[in-house]
């Protein structure tokens, strides 16, 4: 199954558990809108770069679309229409007013040198520019995209229609960034692997960590764990990964990877593949980087007790019946990594109403959203007797139609 498929594949288990009229499969599946851009630059060398961006905008019927850019090589349509979906069930479970969108540049950002990357960004604008407004559509950061490119689009975009900090989040916090904002998906992980033991009577306290990515989600939560006691076993990046069975200094390990530029060979750690990093025993297996990185080939053979989605569609479908079949939790991704999205949330009402609030009171407002859509998550999954995934799908399904329903066809 192709990422988007996987993701109907869920929303079908939605839809059959809530027993919906085949029209909302109609209403709720499919993409509002589809843009498909050609961005021509001048590179460095005088060569022509030609690049293909994307904007899918899934249903707007709760808010404004919104959902993040990602600049990689293997960013196709396939990919955007799921990642566009997933976000309109991501918003509706931590029941921010969104609706869902994604896009993307197929494009390996490290091959471009610092103005070539600001060029393509000004050029994507210059194209999607018309579609997307704080009103409208709102993008921000994702798979290698940060906070100075969101200043760039900011700029481009406001050059045009007029000073606008409300069309995108994630900015710095030197340009009407929030404070949190860099943090909080990790922290909103943080926040929902806490609620699933909680609600068990047990804590974070020594229970061990594996995380597959250390990127800005990966680092912060390996960062956060450290204080609720926990261990980080092994991380790992695009050039491998390092484990210790007593647990890693992640700090030092953060440092290593600033000045070298990855976790590889730091010492006080054994070397790790990438593939065994997935298949080594913890307590919560932490996918942080990548979609479809657990398989029928490697789903059997996971030891861990969760499987915690900080990445946006980490499982097959296939993996995900196997886990389910072997008692591993999967908790997924629209629960799981929303605390982006939701500090992006706070950054656009900060922005709207020209104030600013405190770091401390962003964390505590994202704490609140986290552990309440983790309580509807468990009234659901006991209510249905379902896996939390599919609790998850089913509750956002039966938000985003009362929307629908309410709005009518028009
Ligand atoms: N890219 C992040 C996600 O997948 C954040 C999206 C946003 O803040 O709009 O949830």
Redesign the pocket.
């Known amino acids: 199954m192709t990422p988007y498929q996987t993701t109907n594949h869920y929303l079908e288990q939605g839809f059959e558990l809530l027993k919906l009229d085949e029209r909302y499969k109609t209403l709720l599946i499919t993409p509002s809108r589809e843009l498909r851009v050609e961005l021509i630059i001048e590179k460095d060398d005088g060569t022509i770069g030609n690049f293909i961006g994307y904007r899918v905008q899934h249903d707007n019927s709760r808010g404004p679309f919104?959902?993040?850019?990602?600049y990689h090589p293997e960013v196709d349509v396939d990919e955007v229409r799921s990642?566009a979906s997933?976000?309109t069930w991501?918003t509706a479970i931590v029941n921010i007013p969104?609706g869902g969108a994604?896009g993307g540049i197929q494009v390996s950002p490290r091959e471009l040198t610092p103005r070539e990357l600001e060029q393509l960004t000004r050029k994507f604008i210059d194209q999607i520019g018309e579609f997307i407004g704080p009103q409208t559509d709102?993008?921000?950061?994702?798979?290698n995209t940060n906070a100075q490119i969101m200043s760039w689009m900011f700029d481009q975009y406001s050059k045009r229609y007029g000073f606008s900090p409300g069309v995108i989040?994630?900015k710095p916090v030197e340009l009407y960034g929030s404070l949190g904002r860099d943090a909080a998906?990790g922290r909103g992980c943080l926040f929902a692997i806490r609620e699933v033991y909680k609600h068990k009577g047990e804590s974070l306290k020594d229970k061990t960590f594996i995380i597959q990515g250390f990127g800005n989600v990966g680092s912060w939560l390996a960062r956060l764990l450290m204080d609720e006691g926990a261990k980080v076993l092994a991380v790992s990046d695009i050039k491998g990964g390092i484990f210790n069975g007593d647990g890693l200094d992640i700090d030092k390990v953060f440092q290593h990877a600033k000045e070298t530029g990855s976790v590889v060979e730091f010492a006080g750690s054994e070397p790790i593949s990438n593939e065994d990093i997935l298949t080594t025993e913890c307590d919560v297996l932490t996918p942080a980087a990548l979609g479809h990185v657990l398989t029928s080939k490697n789903a059997n053979d996971v030891k861990a007790k969760y499987v915690l989605e900080a990445a946006?569609g980490p499982c097959t479908a296939e993996a995900d019946a196997i886990l389910n079949r072997r008692g591993i939790v999967a908790i997924p991704?629209i629960f799981a990594?929303?605390g982006?999205?939701t500090?992006?949330?706070y950054e656009w009402v900060q922005n709207n109403q020209f104030l600013r609030w405190t770091e401390d009171e962003v964390n505590k407002r994202l704490e609140e959203t986290m552990v309440k859509a983790h309580k509807g998550l468990a009234a659901a999954m006991d209510e249905w007797s379902c896996s939390m995934r599919t609790a998850a799908f089913a509750l956002a399904i039966q938000r985003v139609k009362e929307a629908t329903d309410l709005r009518g066809l028009g």
């Not at 709102?138 to 798979?143: F, G, K, Q």
């Open positions: 919104k959902g993040g850019l990602r990642l997933l976000m991501k969104y994604k709102i993008p921000a950061p994702d798979v989040t994630g998906t946006n991704d990594n929303a982006g999205v500090v992006s949330y």
